[in-house]
């Protein structure tokens, strides 16, 4: 199974706790009808998806995965209008 660090501007969104509902339904969700969403990588880090990173983890498949389509350079300032329906972004 692949492994990944986590890139450090993906902590602008904060992580599910393993033990919460809803990391829990995430993985039942991933079990059931696999993972759509993919995981994008940013320098061979995650950049996006650790929580389904993590839900692959868990089920012991790898995580599909894609490379970012936004510049390095600008990543910082472009990530919170790349993902704008994260509902538990932080203020």
Same mark, same amino acid.
């Given at each position: 199974?692949?492994?990944?660090?986590?890139?450090?501007?993906?902590?602008?969104?904060?992580?599910?706790?393993?033990?919460?509902?809803?990391?829990?339904?995430? #993985? $039942?969700?991933?079990?059931?009808n696999?993972?759509?969403?993919?995981?994008?990588? =940013?320098?061979?880090?995650?950049? %996006?998806? *650790?929580?389904?990173?993590n839900?692959?983890?868990?089920?012991?498949?790898?995580? #599909? $995965?894609?490379?970012?389509?936004?510049?390095?350079?600008?990543?910082?300032?472009? =990530?919170?209008?790349?993902?704008? %329906?994260? *509902?538990?972004?932080r203020?």
């Amino acid at each position: 199974m692949k492994t990944y660090e986590f890139h450090p501007f993906a902590d602008l969104f904060p992580m599910l706790d393993k033990d919460s509902v809803g990391f829990k339904a995430l #993985i $039942e969700d991933i079990k059931a009808n696999r993972q759509y969403e993919p995981v994008v990588l =940013l320098e061979g880090k995650i950049l %996006d998806g *650790r929580n389904r990173y993590n839900g692959c983890q868990h089920l012991g498949r790898d995580a #599909i $995965e894609a490379t970012p389509v936004i510049d390095g350079e600008k990543v910082d300032a472009r =990530l919170p209008s790349r993902l704008p %329906d994260r *509902r538990f972004r932080r203020a």
